[in-house]
């Protein structure tokens, strides 16, 4: 007898932990999806130049490509008015020219990183400070956008 609330208990849970998930097909969760690449990319990018990954010239000019390719998709799935779900603060919508602006930004580092990876042997002291203006990048617009 103890098995059906038991049973009970954990249906219900399992049903509300539905209720949170994002729509991958929503502007959220194609933003979120291209954020989780360009993250997993720029780790990867970042773990090679740091030692903790082997430096691989030839994975670095692609991974560096893709994500120079990534950092141009995320903007056209911001809506006009914030989602309920959305970690971005208010900001993104209040001050959309600095938002704009810090997306240019990161296109224009990432292009700088691939051309950095076009000019020669690629080594790690070749693209280093290409890819830390790209982080840098990536860090201003979290801190000024982002609700940790």
Known sequence: MKLMPLCVSLIAVLALAGCDRIDPNSPLGKRKAIYQQMLDTKEDLGGMLRGRLTFDPEGF??????LDEL???PWQYYPEVKEEQSEAR???WQQQ???NQLARELEANTAALVAATAQGQVTAG???????R???TCEACHKK???Y
């Open 97 to 99: 020219e600095r938002f």
């Open 71 to 73: 950092s141009r998709q």
């Open 90 to 92: 208010d900001d993104v």
């Open 134 to 136: 790209v982080e840098d």
């Open 126 to 132: 070749s693209v280093g400070s290409a890819f830390q």
């Open 145 to 147: 956008f982002r609700n």
């Open 61 to 66: 000019v692609s991974g560096a490509a893709k």
